[in-house]
């Protein structure tokens, strides 16, 4: 009965160390999950931040230009800005980008960065040649930026 008694209290034991790391891991991964979400959410505050300012740095300055560097979060692979006046020519952004020119007509944003991100992303007063630009970004991607007096355009560099 001894032996049989050990027997079953070393099964016990190995099914709780079991039990235990199946609770480690997947606490592990809940965790790195969460973090890594969190990093991506900071990374695209510090873009919106970062275009905002830049381009109302330069908006009264008429005539000077600038390049603005900015990081992208690393699961966007394009870039789109649309100028914040509807009456500009964007009848190519509506043809390529039908969702995006829906959003774009309600007012509410005009900077796209695809795959779409969760917070809209509206600059007033923005100018861009042709109504609209589209770029591929990995990772960066430098915009000129130029002021005139009551609006900013807006380019890549």
């Known amino acids: 009965m001894n032996k049989k008694a050990q027997m079953i209290g070393q099964i016990f034991v190995l099914v ?18 969460h973090f890594i979400k969190s990093s991506e959410q900071v990374a695209l505050i510090e873009f919106k931040t970062s275009l905002i ?4 740095q330069i908006k009264s300055d008429y005539g000077s230009v600038r390049k603005v560097s900015l990081r992208i979060p690393k699961r966007h692979q394009r870039l789109c800005v649309v100028s914040s006046d509807t009456d500009a020519d964007t009848g190519e952004f509506q043809t390529r980008f039908p ?21 809209p992303i509206f600059i007033s007063e923005v100018v861009v040649p042709n109504g609209y630009f589209c770029t591929g970004v990995s990772g960066n991607v430098d915009l000129r930026v130029k002021g005139l007096g009551d609006k900013t355009e807006v380019s890549v560099w």
Do not use: H, M, R
């Open 99 to 119: 969702l995006l020119f829906e959003i774009w007509q309600t007012g509410s944003e005009n900077v796209f960065l695809i795959p779409k991100q969760e917070s």
């Open 53 to 56: 300012s830049g381009v109302e």
């Open 16 to 33: 709780i160390a079991a039990i235990v790391f199946i609770l480690i891991l997947g606490y592990g991964y809940s965790a790195i999950s």
